[in-house]
């Protein structure tokens, strides 16, 4: 992973839906046996519109932050939680590393 796909990642969270979409799947993202939760099921426990549903879903699933996967007519979502751990670890190593070159300057 590298500064790019980094940024993609907290792009694709950096906006109150898409980070309410991130928190309600997370329960149904974990474990190998994480079944995600139809774009329906999504929309009616955040009461968001469909159009605008559907325009947070693409984007989050295009930076690869969420798995998507059909099942009959419906699709289901789910975090991509590796990806978002290996972002989240990029920025601690980065912050971290910054930290230590900056105390070992002063």
């Not at 992973?1 to 997370?26: E, H, K, T, Y």
Request: net charge neutral; charged share 25%; hydrophobic share 45%.
């Amino acid at each position: 992973m590298d500064a790019g796909d980094v940024c993609d990642i907290f792009s694709a969270i950096g906006q109150p839906n898409r980070l309410a979409i991130l928190r309600c799947l997370a329960p149904f993202s974990q474990g190998d046996g994480a079944q995600g939760l139809p774009a329906g099921e999504i929309g009616r426990r955040l009461n968001m519109a469909p159009a605008t549903l559907s325009f947070h879903l693409k984007d989050m699933t295009y930076k690869g932050l969420l798995s998507q996967r059909r099942e009959g007519r419906r699709l289901f979502y789910a975090v991509n939680m590796p990806r978002l751990v290996e972002a989240l670890d990029y920025i601690v190593g980065e912050v971290c590393e910054a930290a230590s070159e900056a105390a070992a300057r002063a």
